[in-house]
C-alpha cells in the first residue's frame, strides 16, 4: 500500500534532522496560524499563489530562493565547524550524516537558492526593461514556479521522512546505483532535481521567447539594456542544457528503477558516460548563474557611475561569447578520466578562452566607473567587492583550467575554495547588489542602506577569511568532503574558517536586521518618484511598485538608454511628454494551473520515491486533468478600462511633474 | 521610427501578422498551395527514404561508404521536413526560426560528436587489463 | 541614507555632452525600421506567432533530449556484455513499416492544417483521425517489436547497448504516445469549442511537435536501424 514507506523512515535516533524538521514544521504551522488568524487567505491566493503577474512571481523566486540559501548556510556551518572539530577524533557528525549535508549543501545553494534568485530577477525586470507587460506565456510562467517550488519541497522533507542522497551534488554512479546506494536518498535528489528542472526549462523558454518577440516599439536589439540581454544569454543555455540534466537523471533513474544499464560498472554500463553527460550540463549551469550577474552588476555600474555603459555593444559580444564557449568547456570536470592529449588540450584551452570574454567585461566595468561621478550606494559596495573576489576567482579557475596543474589540484578544497570564490564573489554578491538595487522597485521603499554596509563589509571580509585558509589547505593536500581529519597541521587553518564563517554568520543577521528596520521605517525610506537611484533603463519610469499592467501606454524607445532619453528630455524642457491616448488593456487571468501542477508533482515526486505506484499513477492523471481543465477555459483575458489606465497614469504623471516642479525651484535644472 | 507612432488605433503596438512568421504555421495562400507543397514533401521523403532502404540493403555502392551515405540521406531528408512541413525559410521573416534552430543543431552536434569523441579517449591511458575491455576498444 | 535623486542626471547630462565621442556608443547599422517583429523595432509580436515561436524553442530542448539518448546509443552500442548485437535484433521490414507509416501520419498531419487554415472543421477532424490512427499502428508496430524481442529474452538489462536501445526508441516511442493523447484532446476541444484563435494556436504547436517526431525517427531509423543492421 505505502511502498517503502514505513515509520522507520523518520530518523529518531538522529537528534539534528529531528530537532530542525519540528522547529521548520513549528514555525510552518504558525505562520499558517497567523495568515488564517488574520484572514490573508483570499489576498494570498489571489494575489499571489495564482498570480501570473511576472513581478509576483519573480518576488516569490526571490523568497524561495532566500530560504533555501539560508537553509544551505546552515548545511555550510555545520559542515565546517564539524572540520574543525573533527582532528583527529570523531566530531558531531556521523559519516552518513555529514555525506548527506555536503550533498544538501551542494544541490541546495546551485538549485534551489541560486537558481531561484536568478530566474526571479530575470522574470521580474525582463518585461519591464524591454517596455512590455507581462512575459510571453503568464500561466506557464507560474507552472515554472511552482514547480521549482515542488523540488525544493521534496528536498526539505528528505530531513524528516527518509534520507538525503550522499554522493554529493552530482550523483555520480557508480555509487549513486541501486548496488551501493540503496536507500532513498538519490530517489529524493533525483526528483526533485527531475521536476525543478523541467520548471526552469519552462522559465527558459519564456525568457527566451519574451526577450526576441516581445519588445515595445523601437526596442531593437542593440538598445536592449545589458540585464535584458545576459538573461537571453543565460534562457538560452537553459534552453540548451536543462535538457541534458533532464536526460542525464531519467537515465540514472531507469538505471536505478528497472534495472538497466546506462551507467553501472556491470553487463556494458559506462559510469563516466554520466560523469560526461552531467558536466555537459553542470558548466553552463554555472554561466547560467553568473551571466545574469554580471547583468546586474552593469546595470547598476553605469546608474551609480551617472555614465552609460562603457563598451556596451563589447558587453553584448562577450555575453554571448561566453554563452557559446560555455558549453564546449565541461570535460575540464574530470581531466583526471585520463583522456588523451588531444581532448584534455581542447578542453583545457577553451576554458582558458572564455575567461577572454569575464575579461573584456570586467575592464568595460572599470572603464565605466573611470571619469563618471561614482556614488558608494551599498549596491555599488557589492559590485565593487565582487570585482576584486571576482578577479582572484577567475584567476584560480584560469590555474585549474590547465590539465597537468588540474591534475594536482583535482578535488581538493582548492578547487572547493575557487567555486566558492566565483559564485558566492559573483553570484551572490550580485543577487544582494541587485537586491538592494531593485527593493524600492519591487515594494515601493528603500532599504536601510546603514545595516546594508555592514552586511557587505561582514559578507565580504567574512568571506576571505573562510576561503583563504580553504585556497592554503587545497595547495598543502587537504580533498574535499573530509568527515575527519588525521593531519593536526591543518587544524589552524580550519579554524580561521570557522572565525569567518562567525563573520558570515554576523552579516547575514545584519541583512535580516536591515530588512525588519526598513519594513518598521517605510514611511521614511518611501521611493515616491519611481525612480530612486537616477536610473537609465524603462524599469525606472514606471512607478514604485509598477502597477500590475507595468506601462499605461507601450513607450516608444529612441536609442540605447531608453528611460535616460525619456528623462533628459523631460529636464531639460522641463515638462513631461504630452499626455497620451489611454486605451483598455487586456491582461491575463489569473489562474490555479501552477499550483495545482506542482501538488500533483510533489505528490508524484514522494509516491515515486517511495515506489507507492498507485499514487504516482493517480497524480499523473490528476495533473493531465487539471491541464485539460485549463485548456477548456472560456476566458482568458480581462480588460482593464481605460479610465483605470488612464488613473495609474496620472498619478504616475503628478508624481514626476512635483519632482520636476522642485528641482527647478531649487535651481538644480539647467 | 516605429511605422505604429502615427497609428494611434493601434495601441497596443502589435505587430502584423506578415510582417513575421512562426514555425509551421502557414501564411495566408490559397487552398491549394499548402496541400500542394505537402505532396511535394511527401514526394521527396518517400524517394529519400526508399533511397536510404535500399542502399542498406544492396552492394551497389562501396560498402565502407553506405553509412555515410545513410547519413547524408538522413540528413536531406531532415531538411525537406524542415522546409515543406515546418516552413522554415530563408526569408527575412523567418531569420529568428533559422537562427534558433542553428543554435539547436549546435548544441546538438556539440553533445553527440563531444561525447562520442570524449568517450573513445576513456581507456586511452590505460592498458587493458581483461579480454572484455580489449573486447571494448575494438571499435 | 542616501541624498540621490535628478541632481545626478544634471552632471550627467553635462558628462555626456563633454564626451563627444561616446566611447562603445556610436550609432550602429542602419537606423530605418527592418520588417519583422523577430529583429525589428515594430513591437511585440502577434499571439500567434509567439505560441509557435516558443513551441519552436520547447522543440529544440525536446530534440536535445534526444541527443543524449542518442550519445548514449553511440557510446554504448558495441557493449553487448556478451549477449546479442545490433544485426540480431532489427527487422528491416518492420521498420520499414513504421517509417512509411509515420511519414504518411505527418503528411495528413499537416493537411489537417490546411484544412483548418480553410476554417473546414470536417476535414481537419478527418485528417486528425487519420493522424492519429496512423500513429496508433506506428505505437502498435513498436510494442510487437518489444514483445518479439522480450520473448527472446532480449531487455534492456540484458547490457549496455540494448539499454541504450530501447531508451532511444522508447523515448521516441513515449513522445508518440503523449502525442496521441494530445491529438485526442484537441479533436475534442474542436469539437465543442470549433476554432478559436488558442485552439489554432496549439494546432500550430501540435503541427510542430508531430513533424519534429518524425524527424527524430529519421534520425533512429537511420543510425539505429539501417546503420546496426548493416
Given at each position: 500500500m505505502?511502498?517503502?514507506?514505513?515509520?522507520?523512515?523518520?530518523?529518531?535516533?538522529?537528534?539534528?534532522?529531528?530537532?530542525?524538521?519540528?522547529?521548520?514544521?513549528?514555525?510552518?504551522?504558525?505562520?499558517?496560524?497567523?495568515?488564517?488568524?488574520?484572514g490573508?487567505?483570499?489576498?494570498?491566493?489571489?494575489?499571489w499563489?495564482?498570480?501570473?503577474?511576472?513581478?509576483?512571481?519573480?518576488?516569490?523566486?526571490?523568497?524561495?530562493?532566500?530560504?533555501?540559501?539560508?537553509?544551505?548556510?546552515?548545511?555550510?556551518?555545520m559542515?565546517?565547524?564539524?572540520?574543525?572539530?573533527?582532528?583527529?577524533?570523531?566530531g558531531?557528525?556521523?559519516?552518513?550524516?555529514?555525506?548527506?549535508i555536503?550533498?544538501?549543501h551542494?544541490?541546495?545553494?546551485?538549485?534551489?537558492?541560486?537558481?531561484?534568485?536568478?530566474l526571479?530577477?530575470?522574470?521580474?525586470?525582463?518585461?519591464?526593461?524591454?517596455?512590455?507587460?507581462?512575459?510571453?506565456?503568464?500561466?506557464?510562467?507560474?507552472?515554472?514556479?511552482?514547480?521549482?517550488?515542488?523540488?525544493?519541497?521534496?528536498?526539505?522533507?528528505?530531513?524528516?521522512?527518509?534520507?538525503?542522497?550522499?554522493?554529493?551534488?552530482?550523483?555520480?554512479?557508480?555509487?549513486?546505483?541501486?548496488?551501493?546506494?540503496?536507500?532513498?536518498?538519490?530517489?529524493?535528489?533525483?526528483?526533485?532535481?527531475?521536476?525543478?528542472?523541467?520548471?526552469?526549462l519552462?522559465?527558459?523558454?519564456?525568457?527566451?521567447?519574451?526577450?526576441?518577440?516581445?519588445?515595445?516599439?523601437?526596442?531593437?536589439?542593440?538598445?536592449?539594456?545589458?540585464f535584458?540581454?545576459?538573461?537571453l544569454?543565460?534562457?538560452?543555455?537553459?534552453?540548451?542544457?536543462?535538457?541534458?540534466?533532464?536526460?542525464?537523471?531519467?537515465?540514472?533513474?531507469?538505471?536505478?528503477?528497472?534495472?538497466?544499464?546506462?551507467?553501472t560498472?556491470?553487463?556494458?554500463?559506462?559510469?563516466?558516460?554520466?560523469?560526461?553527460?552531467?558536466?555537459?550540463?553542470?558548466?553552463?549551469?554555472?554561466?547560467?548563474?553568473?551571466?545574469?550577474?554580471?547583468?546586474?552588476?552593469?546595470?547598476i555600474?553605469?546608474?551609480?557611475?551617472?555614465?552609460?555603459?562603457?563598451?556596451?555593444?563589447?558587453?553584448?559580444?562577450?555575453?554571448?561569447?561566453?554563452?557559446v564557449?560555455?558549453?564546449l568547456?565541461w570535460?575540464?570536470?574530470?581531466?583526471?578520466?585520463?583522456?588523451?592529449?588531444?581532448?584534455?588540450?581542447?578542453?583545457?584551452?577553451?576554458?582558458?578562452?572564455?575567461?577572454?570574454?569575464?575579461?573584456?567585461k570586467?575592464?568595460?566595468?572599470?572603464?565605466?566607473?573611470?571619469?563618471?561621478?561614482?556614488?558608494?550606494?551599498?549596491?555599488?559596495l557589492?559590485?565593487?567587492?565582487?570585482?576584486?573576489?571576482?578577479?582572484?576567482?577567475?584567476?584560480?579557475?584560469?590555474?585549474?583550467?590547465?590539465?597537468?596543474?588540474?591534475?594536482?589540484?583535482?578535488?581538493?578544497?582548492?578547487?572547493?575554495?575557487?567555486f566558492?570564490?566565483?559564485?558566492?564573489?559573483?553570484v551572490?554578491?550580485?543577487?544582494?547588489?541587485?537586491?538592494?538595487?531593485?527593493f524600492?522597485?519591487?515594494?515601493?521603499?528603500?532599504?536601510?542602506?546603514?545595516?546594508?554596509?555592514?552586511?557587505?563589509?561582514?559578507?565580504f571580509?567574512?568571506?576571505?577569511?573562510?576561503?583563504?585558509?580553504?585556497?592554503?589547505?587545497?595547495?598543502?593536500g587537504?580533498?574535499?568532503r573530509?568527515?575527519?581529519i588525521?593531519?593536526?597541521?591543518?587544524?589552524?587553518?580550519?579554524?580561521?574558517?570557522?572565525?569567518?564563517?562567525?563573520?558570515?554568520?554576523?552579516?547575514?543577521?545584519?541583512?535580516?536586521?536591515?530588512l525588519?528596520?526598513?519594513?518598521?521605517?517605510?514611511?521614511?525610506?518611501?521611493?515616491v518618484?519611481?525612480?530612486?537611484?537616477?536610473?537609465?533603463?524603462?524599469?525606472?519610469?514606471t512607478?514604485?511598485?509598477?502597477?500590475?499592467?507595468?506601462?499605461?501606454?507601450?513607450?516608444?524607445?529612441?536609442?540605447?538608454e531608453?528611460y535616460?532619453?525619456?528623462?533628459?528630455?523631460?529636464?531639460?524642457?522641463q515638462q513631461?511628454?504630452?499626455?497620451?491616448?489611454?486605451?483598455?488593456?487586456?491582461?491575463?487571468?489569473?489562474?490555479?494551473?501552477?499550483?495545482?501542477?506542482?501538488?500533483?508533482?510533489?505528490?508524484?515526486?514522494?509516491?515515486?520515491?517511495?515506489?507507492?505506484?498507485?499514487?504516482?499513477?493517480?497524480?499523473?492523471?490528476?495533473?493531465?486533468?487539471?491541464f485539460?481543465?485549463?485548456?477548456?477555459?472560456?476566458?482568458?483575458?480581462?480588460?482593464?478600462?481605460?479610465?483605470?489606465v488612464?488613473?495609474?497614469?496620472?498619478?504616475?504623471?503628478?508624481?514626476?511633474e512635483?519632482?520636476?516642479?522642485?528641482?527647478?525651484?531649487?535651481?538644480?535644472?539647467? | 521610427?516605429?511605422?505604429?507612432?502615427?497609428?494611434?488605433?493601434?495601441?497596443?503596438?502589435?505587430?502584423?501578422?506578415?510582417?513575421?512568421?512562426?514555425?509551421?504555421?502557414?501564411?495566408?495562400?490559397?487552398?491549394?498551395?499548402?496541400?500542394?507543397?505537402?505532396?511535394?514533401?511527401?514526394?521527396?521523403?518517400?524517394?529519400?527514404?526508399a533511397?536510404?532502404?535500399?542502399?542498406?540493403?544492396?552492394?551497389?555502392?562501396?560498402?565502407?561508404?553506405?553509412?555515410?551515405?545513410?547519413?547524408?540521406?538522413?540528413?536531406?531528408?531532415?531538411?525537406?521536413?524542415?522546409?515543406?512541413?515546418?516552413?522554415?525559410?530563408?526569408?527575412?521573416?523567418?531569420?529568428?526560426?533559422?537562427l534558433?534552430?542553428a543554435?539547436?543543431?549546435?548544441?546538438?552536434?556539440?553533445?553527440?560528436?563531444?561525447?562520442?569523441?570524449?568517450?573513445?579517449?576513456?581507456?586511452?591511458?590505460?592498458?587493458?587489463?581483461?579480454?572484455?575491455d580489449?573486447?571494448?576498444?575494438?571499435? | 541614507?542616501?541624498?540621490?535623486?535628478?541632481?545626478?542626471?544634471v552632471?550627467?547630462?553635462?558628462?555626456?555632452?563633454e564626451?563627444p565621442?561616446?566611447?562603445?556608443?556610436?550609432?550602429?547599422?542602419p537606423?530605418?525600421?527592418?520588417?519583422?517583429?523577430?529583429?525589428?523595432?515594430?513591437?511585440?509580436?502577434?499571439?500567434?506567432?509567439i505560441?509557435?515561436?516558443?513551441?519552436?524553442?520547447?522543440?529544440?530542448?525536446?530534440?536535445?533530449?534526444?541527443?543524449?539518448?542518442?550519445?548514449?546509443?553511440?557510446?554504448?552500442?558495441?557493449?553487448?556484455?556478451?549477449?546479442?548485437t545490433?544485426?540480431?535484433?532489427?527487422?528491416?521490414?518492420?521498420?520499414?513499416?513504421?517509417?512509411?507509416?509515420?511519414?504518411?501520419?505527418?503528411?495528413?498531419?499537416?493537411?489537417?492544417?490546411?484544412?483548418?487554415?480553410?476554417?473546414?472543421?470536417?476535414?481537419?477532424?478527418?485528417?486528425?483521425?487519420?493522424?492519429?490512427?496512423?500513429?496508433?499502428?506506428?505505437?502498435?508496430?513498436?510494442?510487437?517489436?518489444?514483445?518479439?524481442?522480450a520473448?527472446?529474452?532480449?531487455?534492456?538489462?540484458?547490457?549496455?547497448?540494448?539499454?541504450?536501445?530501447?531508451?532511444?526508441?522508447?523515448?521516441?516511442?513515449?513522445?508518440?504516445?503523449?502525442g496521441l493523447?494530445?491529438?485526442?484532446?484537441?479533436?475534442?476541444?474542436?469539437?465543442?469549442?470549433?476554432?478559436?484563435?488558442?485552439?489554432?494556436?496549439?494546432?500550430?504547436?501540435?503541427?510542430?511537435?508531430?513533424?519534429?517526431?518524425?524527424?527524430?525517427?529519421?534520425?533512429?531509423?537511420?543510425i539505429?536501424?539501417?546503420?546496426?543492421?548493416?
Amino acid at each position: 500500500m505505502f511502498g517503502k514507506l514505513d515509520l522507520s523512515a523518520v530518523p529518531l535516533s538522529e537528534p539534528i534532522p529531528l530537532i530542525t524538521s519540528a522547529v521548520v514544521i513549528l514555525v510552518a504551522l504558525g505562520v499558517l496560524v497567523l495568515i488564517t488568524v488574520r484572514g490573508w487567505w483570499p489576498y494570498l491566493w489571489h494575489d499571489w499563489i495564482t498570480s501570473v503577474d511576472h513581478k509576483r512571481i519573480g518576488i516569490m523566486y526571490c523568497l524561495l530562493g532566500v530560504l533555501m540559501l539560508i537553509r544551505g548556510f546552515a548545511d555550510a556551518i555545520m559542515m565546517r565547524t564539524q572540520q574543525a572539530v573533527a582532528i583527529n577524533a570523531e566530531g558531531y557528525l556521523t559519516p552518513e550524516h555529514y555525506n548527506q549535508i555536503f550533498t544538501a549543501h551542494g544541490t541546495i545553494m546551485i538549485l534551489f537558492g541560486a537558481m531561484p534568485l536568478v530566474l526571479g530577477f530575470m522574470n521580474f525586470l525582463v518585461p519591464l526593461q524591454l517596455g512590455v507587460r507581462d512575459v510571453a506565456f503568464p500561466t506557464f510562467n507560474s507552472v515554472g514556479f511552482w514547480l521549482t517550488a515542488s523540488g525544493a519541497l521534496l528536498i526539505n522533507i528528505s530531513l524528516l521522512i527518509g534520507e538525503f542522497a550522499r554522493t554529493g551534488w552530482l550523483p555520480y554512479p557508480p555509487l549513486s546505483e541501486t548496488a551501493y546506494s540503496p536507500g532513498v536518498g538519490v530517489d529524493y535528489y533525483l526528483w526533485a532535481v527531475q521536476i525543478s528542472g523541467i520548471g526552469t526549462l519552462i522559465t527558459g523558454i519564456n525568457i527566451v521567447t519574451t526577450v526576441l518577440k516581445m519588445r515595445c516599439p523601437g526596442m531593437s536589439y542593440l538598445r536592449m539594456p545589458v540585464f535584458t540581454w545576459t538573461a537571453l544569454a543565460s534562457c538560452l543555455l537553459i534552453v540548451a542544457v536543462f535538457p541534458v540534466l533532464t536526460a542525464t537523471l531519467a537515465m540514472l533513474t531507469l538505471d536505478r528503477y528497472v534495472g538497466w544499464h546506462y551507467f553501472t560498472n556491470t553487463a556494458g554500463g559506462n559510469p563516466m558516460m554520466f560523469v560526461n553527460l552531467i558536466w555537459a550540463w553542470g558548466h553552463p549551469e554555472v554561466y547560467i548563474l553568473i551571466l545574469p550577474a554580471f547583468g546586474i552588476f552593469s546595470e547598476i555600474f553605469s546608474t551609480f557611475s551617472g555614465k552609460p555603459l562603457f563598451g556596451y555593444r563589447s558587453m553584448v559580444a562577450a555575453t554571448l561569447f561566453i554563452c557559446v564557449v560555455s558549453l564546449l568547456v565541461w570535460l575540464h570536470h574530470f581531466f583526471t578520466m585520463g583522456a588523451g592529449a588531444a581532448v584534455n588540450t581542447f578542453f583545457g584551452i577553451s576554458s582558458s578562452i572564455i575567461a577572454v570574454g569575464t575579461g573584456v567585461k570586467i575592464y568595460n566595468w572599470i572603464f565605466t566607473m573611470y571619469g563618471g561621478r561614482v556614488r558608494f550606494e551599498v549596491p555599488m559596495l557589492w559590485s565593487m567587492g565582487f570585482i576584486f573576489t571576482f578577479i582572484i576567482g577567475g584567476l584560480t579557475g584560469v590555474l585549474l583550467a590547465i590539465p597537468p596543474a588540474d591534475f594536482v589540484t583535482h578535488n581538493s578544497l582548492f578547487l572547493v575554495a575557487h567555486f566558492h570564490n566565483v559564485i558566492i564573489g559573483g553570484v551572490v554578491f550580485a543577487i544582494f547588489a541587485g537586491a538592494e538595487f531593485w527593493f524600492p522597485k519591487a515594494f515601493g521603499f528603500r532599504l536601510y542602506a546603514g545595516w546594508g554596509k555592514v552586511a557587505f563589509w561582514c559578507a565580504f571580509i567574512g568571506f576571505w577569511v573562510t576561503f583563504t585558509p580553504l585556497y592554503i589547505l587545497g595547495l598543502e593536500g587537504m580533498t574535499r568532503r573530509l568527515q575527519h581529519i588525521n593531519v593536526p597541521e591543518w587544524g589552524p587553518w580550519l579554524y580561521v574558517s570557522v572565525v569567518g564563517v562567525a563573520i558570515l554568520i554576523v552579516g547575514v543577521v545584519a541583512q535580516v536586521v536591515q530588512l525588519v528596520v526598513s519594513i518598521r521605517d517605510r514611511e521614511l525610506l518611501r521611493d515616491v518618484t519611481g525612480d530612486p537611484w537616477d536610473g537609465r533603463s524603462l524599469e525606472w519610469a514606471t512607478p514604485s511598485p509598477p502597477p500590475f499592467f507595468n506601462f499605461a501606454v507601450m513607450p516608444n524607445v529612441e536609442g540605447e538608454e531608453a528611460y535616460w532619453g525619456i528623462k533628459l528630455r523631460a529636464i531639460e524642457t522641463q515638462q513631461l511628454a504630452p499626455e497620451p491616448k489611454y486605451a483598455p488593456i487586456e491582461m491575463p487571468v489569473h489562474s490555479p494551473v501552477g499550483v495545482y501542477t506542482a501538488f500533483f508533482a510533489t505528490v508524484f515526486g514522494f509516491a515515486m520515491i517511495w515506489h507507492i505506484w498507485w499514487l504516482a499513477i493517480v497524480a499523473l492523471v490528476a495533473a493531465f486533468a487539471g491541464f485539460v481543465v485549463f485548456a477548456w477555459r472560456d476566458v482568458h483575458e480581462f480588460e482593464v478600462p481605460a479610465e483605470e489606465v488612464a488613473r495609474a497614469e496620472r498619478a504616475r504623471r503628478a508624481s514626476r511633474e512635483a519632482l520636476l516642479r522642485k528641482l527647478s525651484e531649487e535651481g538644480a535644472l539647467p | 521610427m516605429s511605422n505604429l507612432a502615427s497609428d494611434e488605433e493601434l495601441p497596443t503596438g502589435v505587430l502584423d501578422n506578415r510582417e513575421d512568421h512562426s514555425p509551421g504555421d502557414e501564411p495566408l495562400e490559397d487552398a491549394g498551395h499548402w496541400v500542394r507543397h505537402a505532396n511535394l514533401g511527401l514526394t521527396l521523403s518517400i524517394l529519400l527514404t526508399a533511397g536510404a532502404f535500399f542502399l542498406a540493403g544492396s552492394n551497389i555502392i562501396y560498402g565502407p561508404a553506405v553509412p555515410i551515405a545513410l547519413i547524408v540521406l538522413a540528413i536531406a531528408q531532415m531538411g525537406v521536413h524542415l522546409v515543406f512541413f515546418l516552413h522554415i525559410t530563408t526569408g527575412p521573416d523567418n531569420t529568428n526560426n533559422v537562427l534558433a534552430l542553428a543554435f539547436g543543431i549546435l548544441v546538438v552536434f556539440l553533445i553527440v560528436i563531444g561525447s562520442i569523441w570524449i568517450m573513445d579517449h576513456l581507456m586511452q591511458n590505460m592498458m587493458p587489463t581483461r579480454m572484455e575491455d580489449m573486447m571494448q576498444m575494438q571499435p | 541614507m542616501t541624498e540621490t535623486g535628478l541632481p545626478a542626471s544634471v552632471e550627467a547630462i553635462r558628462r555626456v555632452r563633454e564626451d563627444p565621442h561616446r566611447l562603445g556608443h556610436r550609432a550602429h547599422g542602419p537606423a530605418e525600421i527592418i520588417a519583422g517583429a523577430g529583429h525589428g523595432m515594430t513591437g511585440p509580436a502577434s499571439k500567434r506567432i509567439i505560441v509557435g515561436y516558443g513551441f519552436w524553442i520547447y522543440l529544440l530542448s525536446d530534440i536535445v533530449v534526444f541527443s543524449c539518448f542518442f550519445a548514449a546509443f553511440a557510446v554504448q552500442r558495441g557493449a553487448t556484455a556478451g549477449g546479442p548485437t545490433m544485426d540480431q535484433i532489427i527487422e528491416v521490414p518492420r521498420v520499414a513499416m513504421q517509417t512509411a507509416v509515420l511519414l504518411v501520419s505527418s503528411y495528413t498531419c499537416m493537411l489537417s492544417f490546411a484544412a483548418t487554415n480553410a476554417r473546414s472543421r470536417l476535414w481537419t477532424q478527418v485528417f486528425l483521425a487519420a493522424t492519429g490512427i496512423l500513429g496508433l499502428v506506428f505505437i502498435l508496430l513498436e510494442l510487437q517489436e518489444f514483445a518479439e524481442l522480450a520473448a527472446r529474452g532480449i531487455t534492456p538489462q540484458r547490457s549496455g547497448m540494448l539499454t541504450s536501445f530501447f531508451g532511444l526508441v522508447g523515448l521516441h516511442g513515449l513522445h508518440v504516445s503523449a502525442g496521441l493523447l494530445w491529438l485526442g484532446t484537441m479533436m475534442a476541444q474542436i469539437l465543442v469549442k470549433g476554432f478559436r484563435p488558442e485552439i489554432v494556436h496549439r494546432l500550430i504547436c501540435f503541427n510542430l511537435f508531430w513533424h519534429a517526431l518524425d524527424i527524430v525517427w529519421i534520425g533512429i531509423f537511420t543510425i539505429v536501424y539501417l546503420m546496426g543492421a548493416g
